[in-house]
């Protein structure tokens, strides 16, 4: 199972910082408490560098301006409860 949901593009032509929300959140254990999101650049031939980590709490959670156009995705990386994440809305913003 991939903890990767899928990538965009970037062109950092705005400056605008990049974010992830997450609404209705729950996993496979009942309640959540908060997911470790860490964002990443694809790189053809190489490994993909972090941008960082972020914990989410069923809302935003922002990791500023990259300042580096490219194809991001984030990764889920821990989970409070269970080992299953559910999310009735994901919004990623660039």
Request: one cysteine or more.
């Amino acid at each position: 199972m991939s903890n990767e949901p899928c990538r965009w593009n970037d062109t950092n032509a705005d400056g605008a910082w990049t974010g992830v929300y997450f609404e209705g959140c729950s996993t496979n254990s009942g309640g959540f408490q908060q997911a470790g999101l860490m964002l990443r650049k694809a790189v053809d031939w190489q490994p993909d560098p972090s941008k960082g980590s972020r914990t989410n709490y069923c809302g935003w959670v922002d990791w500023n301006d990259p300042n580096d156009a490219g194809s991001y995705y984030f990764v889920l990386e821990s989970l409070s409860n269970g080992s299953r994440l559910s999310v009735n809305k994901l919004t990623v913003g660039y």
